[in-house]
């Protein structure tokens, strides 16, 4: 039997069920990489992250070759490659790891559809994500969770994650030595793993960081080396200032899955186990790769999940189109040294701390500069290494107010927040080299600084370095306002309705997929029209998540649609049923939602210790997200939300948190509130001043 083994993600050998089904009865096996021109070459995707590719393909490729094999390189469109290397090598199986990205899902519809017509059944594997997002969805009666706590409930009752699978045997079947010939025949070419500048890339990459399972493995054995870190590990806790990263960046090698996720999962969970005690999700390393479970099972499920403009989780917000803003907030060109630090880094890196995303992302939308959330997904889909789609539009609602959280008031400062981390200031010098001789009194407000002070430093403000884009004091209390009156104008989520499914016609090769031409990859903007489009809302049709088995069915007719067949791990069935989507955020909920922001966050804690422990990063490292997702309200609690938000401000706009036991927390000046409100008396109160003034 010939075998063809697909690789897209999971850039490993180890943990690869699809390629242990591969090698079943194998007798010659073709691993390909089939490089897409979707992805290739056309600026969807920065330099440093296809260098991590490349890095990642080169080292498959010593895996293979250790083996006695090699991984073949193609060219082409998936779906119409595929059926020519079925043809060239006279495949008679073809395995490959699912996708849940919008584009994945329908290249692998047409995929699917031209390999059923050559008759060669096909088998499909759940190995990027810890659970099956389809399966989860099922067992939650077809409804999304849109909280992290309701998201672990469910996952409880679907049990426990699979057993990553064994390795490969050392060695493989070698490729026969027609197979160049033969894919000649079909008007192909084998090529080698790429050079940068033969995918029409011009720069040289910056990153420090490189690609591959072989390093993957080994930072994952470095980082679980010290057992006291991981089980006292807290995501609210960090340095975002530190010069050498302070996490795992594994985010990457889990985004390509050079390193598998399970195998991660296990390893925490025997340290977990060997310890009299540990932090616990969602603050522990476990419970962030639980917010990347999380945030792949809302992506998968939710229409438009990659925009604002008919996604039932988004708020609408009215958000100001400025291109010059965007540009100017990606060039680190914004007169504020701390988020042009943050936003240089990125272009240097690939790569910036979780509290730093947090940073530069609350002041691109509600913060400072008003600009649409997906303006900044595009640039950090453009430029982090670890960019993973499901994350990084999930976490661009949530640090900008439109969904998972809703504590709009609560804004980072971008002069006091990177001040407290490192008040020298040498995180700014070293990634905003014009002020690497101001002093420490003026490097986070170089504008303040005396004119002899900026001379001496080399650095007139104005001129060597920009003035402050806006008056972070004024827009932010501005931006406030905007969008308290965008809530205010909200129509309930639940009356926005997802678009309608395929008909059974349509969907009968592969049930619950809309049409291919309902399908279609989100456009992006071209370099010379790139400034136009920034903020303008995408037009990408969502498509229903992919079913998956772990076995296909046997070949069937090209006019009869696949049968489902077993999987080789069942999950076990729930009857639990959660927070039904699409309904109206509850922000009072999220503020009381359990989780870090409860007790955690940096130095002594306060209200931006607890912002950093409510809000995710874009992508974070070790590829989760960390915070608390806000809950929504059902029909019956609709007569008290406004109430419930009223008391929510007054209370963050006072500048205080109630406790259990009295008393009240300060706000830290890293996050301010700006709405200046007195809360009324109760009318308890009013009538005891009545009663008291009678006696």
Same mark, same amino acid.
């Given at each position: 039997?010939?075998?063809?083994?697909?690789?897209?993600?999971?850039?490993?050998?180890?943990?690869?069920?699809?390629?242990?089904?591969?090698?079943?009865?194998?007798?010659?096996?073709?691993?390909?990489?089939?490089?897409?021109?979707?992805?290739?070459?056309?600026?969807?995707?920065?330099?440093?992250?296809?260098?991590?590719?490349?890095?990642? %393909?080169?080292? %498959?490729?010593?895996?293979?070759?250790?083996?006695g094999s090699r991984l073949i390189i193609v060219h082409g469109n998936p779906p119409d490659v595929v059926p020519q290397l079925i043809k060239a090598w006279k495949i008679n199986k073809v395995c490959f790891e699912a996708d849940t990205e919008p584009y994945s899902v329908e290249r692998d519809r047409n995929m699917i559809r031209?390999?059923?017509?050559?008759?060669?059944?096909?088998?499909?594997?759940?190995?990027?994500?810890?659970?099956?997002?389809?399966?989860?969805?099922?067992?939650?009666?077809?409804?999304?969770?849109?909280?992290?706590?309701?998201?672990? @409930?469910?996952?409880?009752?679907?049990?426990?994650? +699979?057993?990553?699978?064994?390795?490969?045997?050392?060695?493989?079947?070698?490729?026969?030595?027609?197979?160049? #010939?033969?894919?000649?025949?079909?008007?192909?070419?084998?090529?080698?793993?790429?050079?940068?500048?033969?995918?029409?890339?011009?720069?040289?990459?910056?990153?420090?960081?490189?690609?591959?399972?072989?390093?993957?493995?080994?930072?994952?054995?470095?980082?679980?080396?010290?057992?006291?870190?991981?089980?006292?590990?807290?995501?609210?806790?960090?340095?975002?200032?530190?010069?050498?990263?302070?996490?795992?960046?594994?985010?990457?090698?889990?985004?390509?899955?050079?390193?598998?996720?399970?195998?991660?999962?296990?390893?925490? #969970?025997?340290?977990?186990?060997?310890?009299?005690?540990?932090?616990?999700?969602?603050?522990?390393?476990?419970?962030?790769?639980?917010?990347?479970?999380?945030?792949?099972?809302?992506?998968?499920?939710t229409p438009n999940f990659d925009r604002m403009e008919g996604n039932p989780i988004c708020k609408q917000i009215p958000w100001d189109t400025d291109a010059v803003k965007v540009a100017a907030w990606e060039a680190g060109k914004t007169g504020f040294p701390w988020i042009d630090a943050c936003m240089r880094q990125l272009q240097?890196?690939?790569?910036?701390?979780? %509290?730093?995303?947090?940073?530069?992302?609350?002041?691109?939308?509600?913060?400072?500069?008003?600009?649409?959330?997906?303006?900044?997904?595009?640039?950090?889909?453009?430029?982090?290494?670890?960019?993973?789609?499901?994350?990084?539009?999930?976490?661009?609602?949530?640090?900008?107010?439109?969904?998972?959280?809703?504590?709009?008031? @609560?804004?980072?400062?971008?002069?006091?927040?990177?001040?407290?981390?490192?008040?020298? +200031?040498?995180?700014? @010098?070293?990634?905003?080299?014009?002020?690497?001789?101001?002093?420490?009194?003026?490097?986070?407000?170089?504008?303040?600084?005396?004119?002899?002070?900026?001379?001496?430093?080399?650095?007139?403000?104005?001129?060597?370095?920009?003035?402050?884009?806006?008056?972070h004091a004024a827009v932010s209390k501005e931006n406030i306002q905007k969008l308290k009156d965008a809530y205010a104008a909200n129509s309930p989520a639940s009356k926005i309705k997802p678009p309608p499914r395929a008909s059974p016609a349509a969907t009968a090769t592969l049930p619950g997929h809309a049409p291919a031409s309902?399908? @279609?990859?989100?456009?992006?903007?071209?370099?010379?029209?790139?400034?136009?489009?920034?903020?303008?809302?995408?037009?990408?049709?969502?498509?229903?998540?992919?079913?998956?088995?772990?076995?296909?069915?046997?070949?069937?007719?090209?006019?009869?649609?696949?049968?489902?067949?077993?999987?080789?791990?069942?999950?076990?069935?729930?009857?639990?049923?959660?927070?039904?989507?699409?309904?109206?955020?509850?922000?009072?909920?999220?503020?009381?939602?359990?989780?870090?922001?409860?007790?955690?966050?940096?130095?002594?804690?306060?209200?931006?210790?607890?912002?950093?422990?409510?809000?995710?990063?874009?992508? %974070?490292?070790?590829?989760?997200?960390?915070?608390?997702?806000?809950?929504?309200?059902?029909?019956?609690?609709?007569?008290?939300?406004?109430?419930?938000?009223?008391?929510?401000?007054?209370?963050?706009?006072?500048?205080?948190?109630?406790?259990?036991?009295?008393?009240?927390?300060?706000?830290?000046? +890293?996050?301010?509130?700006?709405?200046?409100?007195?809360?009324?008396?109760?009318?308890?109160?009013?009538?005891?001043?009545?009663?008291?003034?009678?006696?």
């Open positions: 039997m010939n075998a063809l083994l697909l690789f897209r993600k999971g850039l490993r050998v180890h943990d690869n069920p699809a390629l242990l089904e591969a090698l079943t009865d194998c007798k010659q096996l073709y691993p390909v990489f089939v490089f897409d021109p979707w992805f290739a070459g056309n600026g969807k995707v920065g330099t440093n992250r296809f260098s991590f590719l490349l890095d990642s %393909l080169h080292d %498959l490729d010593a895996s293979f070759k250790a083996r031209n390999v059923e017509a050559t008759g060669v059944p096909w088998h499909s594997f759940v190995s990027h994500t810890l659970y099956d997002t389809a399966k989860l969805l099922h067992l939650n009666k077809g409804q999304v969770v849109t909280a992290y706590s309701a998201f672990q @409930r469910l996952t409880q009752r679907a049990g426990l994650p +699979g057993q990553p699978v064994g390795d490969p045997p050392s060695l493989l079947p070698p490729i026969p030595a027609d197979a160049q #010939q033969a894919l000649a025949m079909v008007g192909l070419k084998e090529a080698g793993v790429p050079s940068l500048a033969d995918i029409g890339y011009h720069d040289q990459p910056t990153s420090p960081f490189k690609g591959g399972e072989t390093l993957a493995l080994k930072r994952l054995k470095e980082h679980t080396a010290d057992k006291a870190w991981v089980v006292q590990f807290e995501k609210p806790k960090g340095n975002p200032a530190a010069l050498v990263p302070a996490t795992t960046v594994l985010s990457p090698y889990l985004k390509f899955g050079c390193l598998s996720i399970r195998v991660f999962y296990q390893r925490l #969970q025997q340290i977990e186990a060997e310890a009299k005690q540990s932090s616990k999700p969602p603050v522990s390393l476990r419970g962030q790769l639980l917010w990347r479970e999380f945030f792949y099972f809302v992506g998968a499920n240097l890196h690939g790569w910036m701390h979780h %509290l730093a995303r947090h940073a530069v992302a609350c002041f691109l939308t509600r913060g400072d500069l008003y600009c649409p959330w997906e303006a900044g997904r595009d640039v950090f889909d453009r430029l982090l290494i670890d960019d993973d789609w499901s994350i990084n539009n999930a976490n661009w609602m949530w640090l900008s107010a439109s969904a998972f959280f809703y504590q709009y008031h @609560r804004v980072y400062s971008p002069i006091t927040f990177g001040k407290k981390y490192d008040p020298n +200031g040498d995180f700014v @010098r070293k990634f905003v080299p014009e002020l690497k001789d101001f002093p420490a009194k003026w490097i986070y407000e170089p504008w303040k600084a005396p004119i002899a002070d900026q001379k001496q430093a080399n650095c007139r403000i104005g001129v060597d370095y920009p003035k402050p884009m806006v008056d309902q399908a @279609r990859p989100p456009p992006r903007a071209s370099p010379a029209v790139k400034a136009t489009l920034y903020g303008r809302k995408q037009t990408s049709i969502p498509v229903d998540p992919l079913p998956r088995q772990d076995a296909q069915p046997q070949p069937v007719a090209p006019s009869q649609p696949a049968s489902a067949a077993g999987s080789s791990s069942q999950e076990p069935k729930s009857g639990f049923v959660d927070v039904v989507m699409p309904r109206e955020p509850d922000a009072a909920a999220t503020a009381a939602s359990p989780g870090p922001s409860d007790d955690k966050g940096p130095g002594a804690g306060g209200q931006d210790a607890r912002q950093d422990a409510a809000e995710p990063e874009a992508t %974070l490292p070790g590829g989760t997200a960390t915070g608390v997702g806000g809950t929504g309200s059902d029909k019956s609690h609709s007569t008290a939300r406004d109430a419930k938000q009223r008391r929510l401000d007054w209370s963050a706009a006072a500048g205080k948190k109630r406790k259990a036991g009295g008393g009240v927390q300060p706000m830290c000046d +890293g996050l301010q509130s700006r709405q200046q409100l007195t809360r009324p008396p109760s009318k308890r109160q009013s009538k005891l001043k009545v009663v008291l003034s009678k006696v």
